[in-house]
């Protein structure tokens, strides 16, 4: 009985939004080429086409119409100060906007890059909107805790936001997220009145560099995010498999190997320190480290340490076999999601759409050290973090590893950091470890 | 054995006897609980059992039986959902929770269990003042039922709360956990969006197998290596520590006792996830330890020596060396603990006992081996047992130290465990930093670990409850 | 030989001297740490360059959106407080009940509540989660405080070693002159069992104010004024945040301190009651 109920439901539901479709098809959103996406399009989201339905101003007004006493939601983001202001600010703008409503928002103090452990506890008592990194995009679709960006009623964020961010909240043709910024990846920061361009060109000459003037410069090799942009860049893979929970990876291939070799050369200089970005700030304000790979995250703790020689670059290159080869990276964008569990989920996916359109994310960008993923946003904000994360952009793919990928990658890193001798061996444990069926 | 089926039988031998040998008002007690106590002025107390047979009925009826119903397959309507655009709102069906489904079955049924046995009992009770009044012998009353409670019943009183308690939060949840072991529990069955379900035994094969891909097996044996090294060094060298310490405390020269005992307690004062979390950071590759070791030379030195090949010494993040500083970190933290407890023992020591010792003519080490330690052992022995299990069980000194450190052992690795994880810091990483979620490892790992504890404390344990050694003191 | 027993006392100081410089290095680190003007991990000095209080006013006077260490001081405080005196009770019950009572399947019942003490806790923590949410109770300081206390029952066995060791023939004593056995147990047992109860209270206080992996699970609110002692300064350590809140976090460990360290300086008095005690007994 009730699955005949659901099943009705399900082909009214189709037939409207079918009819939808055939209202807006000639407002196809338009996928913005540029914000170097060369690696980004061909991820397998990019095969099926996302499409974003525009609903009609009539569903607000009814939304208004029928709602009744107060309004209770939740937004989680980032527990920055500059965040939670300027999030406060836009929720504030939201109660104007929508002021016959009676809300009651409250704000939460809740790191994006552990938002999906929070969410994933208890997703019925998790807030109705919630700001997370698009790696964890994939778990939460499995688990079924986000609500699918099936239509939008004040902006299209497909048309809006740069290709990148769309393809890092979708999966498989489905949108599951509102992008808010494109300035989660990595790049290397660095002190100019030491290092040169030419210096941080390439890790050898930038090893040299640093040996010459007994310094230091590294990365957290421990933790599989970053040593994937060394294989990325010679061209391995490690990805999703099919089934959208393993993974595929290649590394112990050839140029894996050699990959590898390269990597185990350049740490084998006591200028080079796998060290975590905790640690690093409070190094690179003692002097001693005076390149690193990091984000915007830690832009301003290396303010406060380089001061007006701050600067940022894309990765460097390497040698692979003689050949130097640019450094990739991991991608990295912040999500706004709609709880799935929520029970005001009409006013959740407003408010979601509220703090993630242009103007919001213009906010947010001038307040905060992140880059806009909305494309007329973006043009307005500078710095050189954003410059540098755009010049590597065209070297970055997007986050998209399964669950076994991360502990045997840190391992990996550690193991060519200490040094081996059977670079082969390692490549096959820790391709073993990735590529294990998770059942 | 043979004396607990014996015990059984007599239960249900005892219930029958009552039954058919109870008067009308044991037969109605049958049926609505409190007529046995009523039918012989006992209105109070009658009326008291037949609410709890209401209550009992009420919430097995409403709330726990379309859980139970449901247990054997965990549920079966996975959540649909369809958004309507046009309204902004959500229809959902109404879909089961494996999760829920578990756990209110569980507590349904055992609650219908402790009925039965209160159930019986009640009977049994009733015909036992049936026999009392035909012998013509005193029936309480209320109020003289409530004096019982506070004396020779007064064990009932005592162990109520506490029970519940236990019941409530130990015994139901390790129930439920104990269930999970054989589910399909993870991240890709995960309610309430998926429904998980029964595997039996496949997750223990896959612990103690090592089947293809799967590096489970070999993760287990090396953590339960390391766990129970370090359990048994933890335990012996804070215990140890911490008597000498206490006695060279209450040494009868140690002047200003009462002050090197705060110094000591003081580490006790600050919160273990302060000072722990403290530690790993002096102790870390750039931390402070470090950044003055190179700063006297003594790296460059150690460099030199071939000691080792960074530019740090790895305290926290080199196997061996991490074992080893985990250890004295531990002695660092569990001495004043065991000092303080050492302290409140060794000055109880019965003096008579001592006194009479010295009349004998014992010298000092007589009088610690004969007299002080045999009462420490009697008195701490049980502690011993305990404190070995915690910390089979420590999980907070193992996970704030370990914070940085990541293995090189890719076998390891693939199974989300480190070289210096213990088994409760393994599972508790497999619930909740790993992505996969395995909840049902976890429980494997679990029921495993608990299995180890408790035929070690049954095996030591039972030895010191069992003969009259608890009078020996009294 | 007065001359030997000089220089052994004296080497005595020495190595306790020694000792305790040993445990107090981190804990004087923490403290002159919590005064650098560097809000940051210091690495290279063990004294901070410039010394200041900023870090505790920041911490008790401005609380803002990461530390709110006011608000969370207190609900530590009432959930440590409420759950000590419940636990302290349970622990003091059942011990007696076990030592000093007689009744049938008392060992059975003994043993069963041991080996139950050992199932790791960490791992029926998602049911405790969903049993405490049908109560209505996550998110709560009941919830914590009911979490904290209800199991508590279970660490009966150095009280009831304790209590196993005050003479059989007070208490029989005071029952042939007709006490009950709650009189026996609130006059006789818990007077002479001063240094116990210390401990059993101490702990049970000491248990609930520094854990946070349950607290972590059951307070989901995102809301810092909501937060434990634990929880915050747990996160403070975040990698986002301890470069700016590494000296507040120090500054917060001190001033947890407070409260235990009186606890321990009231206890250092019973534990004298403790010795004239056992004096007694013997």
């Known amino acids: ?439 | 054995m043979k004396r607990l089926l014996k015990a059984i039988g007599k239960y249900f031998a005892d219930f029958g006897t009552a039954v058919s040998k109870g008067d009308i008002w044991v037969k109605l007690s049958l049926i609505i609980m409190g007529m046995g106590y009523i039918g012989r002025g006992q209105v109070i107390k009658g009326l008291l059992v037949t609410a709890l047979e209401a209550v009992f009925v009420l919430f097995t009826k409403n709330i726990s039986w379309p859980y139970i119903t449901k247990l054997n397959t965990l549920g079966t309507v996975q959540r649909e959902e369809v958004f309507d655009p046009i309204t902004m709102t959500k229809t959902v069906n109404e879909y089961d929770n494996s999760l829920l489904i578990l756990l209110f079955g569980v507590l349904g049924i055992a609650i219908i269990v402790a009925f039965l046995l209160v159930y019986i009992g009640n009977i049994k009770s009733a015909y036992r003042i049936q026999e009392l009044k035909k012998n013509g012998k005193h029936v309480n009353n209320f109020a003289e039922d409530l004096r019982e409670l506070v004396n020779d019943k007064f064990h009932i009183t005592l162990l109520a709360l506490p029970s519940i308690g236990v019941i409530f939060m130990c015994i139901l949840p390790i129930i439920f956990m104990v269930c999970i072991a054989f589910t399909n529990y993870d991240a890709a069955h995960q309610p309430p969006s998926t429904l998980f379900t029964w595997v039996g035994w496949k997750n223990f094969i896959t612990l103690f197998s090592n089947k293809q891909g799967s590096t489970f097996a070999y993760a287990f044996v090396k953590v339960l290596i390391w766990t129970l090294i370090w359990a048994a060094l933890a335990t012996v060298t804070t215990y140890i520590g911490g008597i000498l310490l206490a006695m060279l405390i209450n040494h009868q020269d140690t002047k200003l006792k009462k002050m090197w005992r705060s110094l000591f307690v003081v580490t006790i004062a600050i919160p273990q996830f302060v000072t722990l979390l403290l530690i790993s950071k002096m102790f870390g590759n750039y931390g402070i330890v470090n950044g003055i070791l190179t700063r006297i030379g003594l790296v460059d030195k150690l460099l030199e020596w071939g000691w080792i090949s960074t530019s740090y010494v790895p305290f926290m993040t080199h196997s061996g060396l991490t074992h080893v500083m985990i250890i004295l970190i531990n002695i660092w933290v569990g001495i004043p603990y065991q000092m303080l407890i050492a302290t409140g023992i060794l000055m109880n020591i019965p003096s008579d006992q001592l006194e009479s010792a010295r009349i004998d003519g014992a010298n000092k080490f007589q009088i610690f081996w004969k007299i002080t330690m045999p009462y420490m052992l009697f008195i701490t022995g049980p502690s011993l047992v305990t404190s070995f299990i915690g910390n089979i069980n420590n999980f907070n000194v193992i996970y704030l130290l370990t914070g940085d450190y990541v293995t090189t052992d890719a076998s390891l690795a693939a199974a989300n465990a480190k070289d210096v994880d213990l088994l409760i810091t393994w599972l508790f990483k497999i619930t909740s930093e790993s992505q996969l979620k395995q909840y049902y490892m976890a429980s494997v790992i679990g029921i495993v670990v608990f299995i180890i504890c408790a035929t070690l404390t049954l095996v030591t344990y039972s030895r010191m409850i069992k003969g009259d050694k608890e009078e020996v003191f009294q | 030989m007065k001359a030997r027993r000089i220089v052994a006392s004296v080497f005595r100081h020495l190595f306790l001297a020694i000792m305790a410089g040993i445990w107090l290095i981190p804990i004087l680190w923490l403290f002159v740490t919590s005064f650098s003007t560097d809000p940051g991990i210091r690495t290279t000095r063990f004294f901070p360059e410039h010394w200041t209080l900023a870090n505790y006013s920041k911490l008790l006077l401005h609380p803002d959106t990461v530390a709110n260490f006011p608000a969370w001081f207190k609900n530590s405080m009432i959930i440590g407080v409420i759950s000590c005196i419940i636990s302290s009770a349970f622990v003091l019950m059942v011990s007696y009940a076990f030592s000093c009572m007689r009744f049938p399947s008392r060992k059975r019942l003994m043993s069963f509540s041991i080996i139950l003490g050992m199932f790791p806790g960490v791992l029926s923590m998602i049911a405790v989660y969903f049993i405490l949410k049908m109560f209505n109770l996550t998110d709560s300081l009941a919830g914590l405080i009911v979490v904290y206390s209800a199991g508590s029952g279970l660490g009966f066995l150095i009280c009831k070693g304790f209590f196993d060791t005050i003479p059989a023939s007070l208490r029989e004593s005071a029952k042939i002159e007709g006490a009950s056995e709650f009189t026996v147990f609130t006059r006789i047992v818990i007077p002479l069992s001063k240094p116990m109860i210390v401990y059993t209270v101490i702990n049970s206080f000491l248990a609930p104010w520094m854990d946070f992996v349950m607290a972590k699970l059951l307070i989901r609110s995102k809301d810092p004024a909501d937060w434990t002692v634990a929880i915050g300064l747990y996160n403070i350590l975040q990698k986002t945040l301890i470069g700016q809140y590494f000296s507040v976090f120090c500054a917060g460990g001190i001033v947890v301190a407070v409260p235990i360290s009186i606890l321990f300086i009231i206890m250092q008095k019973f534990y004298v009651e403790g010795i004239t005690g056992g004096a007694v007994k013997g």
């Open chain 1, 1 to 439: 009985m009730k699955k005949k109920l659901v099943a009705v439901l399900l082909t009214a539901a189709m037939a409207v939004s079918l009819a939808a479709c055939g209202k807006t098809t000639e407002k196809q959103p338009e996928v913005a080429p540029e914000q170097g996406t060369e690696q980004t399009t061909e991820e397998k989201t990019g095969d099926t086409e996302v499409v974003i339905n525009q609903g009609s101003d009539d569903a607000i007004a009814n939304l208004i119409a029928a709602t009744e006493g107060t309004v209770d939601l939740t937004l989680w983001c980032s527990e920055m100060e500059s965040y939670q202001n300027t999030m406060k600010e836009l929720v504030d703008e939201f109660k104007n906007t929508y002021s016959d409503v009676d809300f009651n928002i409250t704000i939460g103090a809740q790191s994006e890059s552990t938002c999906k452990d929070e969410v994933l506890k208890d997703v019925e008592a998790a807030a109705d909107v919630f700001v997370f990194a698009d790696d964890q995009l994939n778990e939460l679709v499995q688990a079924g805790a986000l609500q699918a960006v099936t239509t939008t009623y004040t902006f299209d964020p497909l048309a809006a936001n740069g290709a990148g961010a769309v393809n890092a909240a979708s999966l498989n043709g489905t949108c599951y997220a509102y992008p808010l910024t494109a300035s989660n990846g990595y790049f290397l920061i660095y002190d100019k009145s030491l290092l040169t361009d030419e210096d941080v060109a390439s890790w050898e000459n930038l090893v040299a560099a640093c040996e010459a003037q007994g310094k230091k410069c590294g990365f957290d090799f421990g933790n599989g995010w970053y040593t994937y942009g060394f294989f990325s860049g010679a061209g391995c893979t490690a990805t999703l498999a099919e089934d959208g929970v393993n993974n595929v990876c290649d590394w112990n291939n050839e140029t894996g190997v050699a990959v590898a070799e390269s990597l185990v050369k350049i740490c084998s200089s006591d200028a080079v320190i796998s060290i975590g970005d905790a640690d690093a700030r409070a190094q690179a304000k003692d002097g001693d480290l005076i390149a690193y790979v990091d984000g915007t995250w830690s832009i301003e703790d290396f303010q406060a340490a380089y001061g007006d020689n701050l600067a940022c670059v894309k990765l460097p290159t390497f040698e692979v076999n003689g050949v130097a080869t640019q450094e990739g990276s991991f991608a990295g964008y912040k999500l706004v999601g709609v709880n799935a569990y929520s029970k005001n989920v009409g006013w959740a996916m407003l408010l979601a759409e509220f703090i993630t359109n242009e103007e919001a994310q213009m906010k947010i960008g001038a307040n905060t050290q992140e880059g806009p993923s909305n494309i007329n946003a973006a043009a307005s904000i500078s710095s050189p973090a954003l410059s540098a994360l755009g010049a590597q952009s065209a070297f970055a793919d997007l986050q998209r590893v399964g669950g076994n990928y991360w502990t045997p990658a840190g391992t990996l890193g550690q193991t060519l950091y200490t040094g081996t001798d059977d670079v082969k061996a390692a490549l096959d444990d820790a391709v073993a470890g990735i590529t294990a069926a998770a059942e």
